[in-house]
């Protein structure tokens, strides 16, 4: 069993920067692609990064590829969310998530088998 824990959020206005961590239990943090969606308020969940287990490949979600920076510390089994000028639109509780299994992708949230509780983010206009 896994267990992640997210921090980092808050309230903030349009332009500004946050920093969302997840910190995972166990000792095999490494051996799992990490993700972090988001669902705002009557919508579905939505993918927002995800990061390879050795942290070299990622891919984001285009409205927030030149905005947000997925990073990963496997000694310190954190998985970070740098997130740069947020837009009203960002408004959102955030997850982090950990796939166990290969996958052909890690878009989906049927990719993954562990959830954190999530960390609310607005961002005022």
């Known amino acids: 069993q896994v267990q992640l824990v997210e921090s980092g959020g808050g309230l903030v206005q349009a332009g500004a920067s946050l920093r969302l961590s997840c910190a995972a239990s166990?000792?095999?943090?490494?051996?799992?692609?990490m993700g972090w969606f988001r669902q705002a308020p009557g919508k579905e969940r939505e993918f927002v990064a995800t990061?390879?287990?050795?942290?070299?490949?990622?891919a984001y979600k285009d409205s927030v590829k030149d905005r947000f920076t997925i990073s990963r510390d496997n000694a310190k089994n954190t998985v970070y969310l740098q997130m740069n000028s947020l837009r009203p639109e960002d408004t959102a509780v955030y997850y982090c998530?950990?796939?166990?299994?290969?996958?052909?992708?890690?878009?989906?949230?049927?990719?993954?088998?562990?959830w954190g509780q999530g960390t609310q983010i607005t961002v005022s206009s």
């Open positions: 166990g000792r095999t943090f490494s051996t799992y692609v």
């Open positions: 998530a950990a796939a166990v299994f290969v996958r052909s992708s890690y878009l989906l949230p049927d990719d993954y088998n562990y």
């Open positions: 990061i390879s287990r050795s942290g070299r490949s990622t």
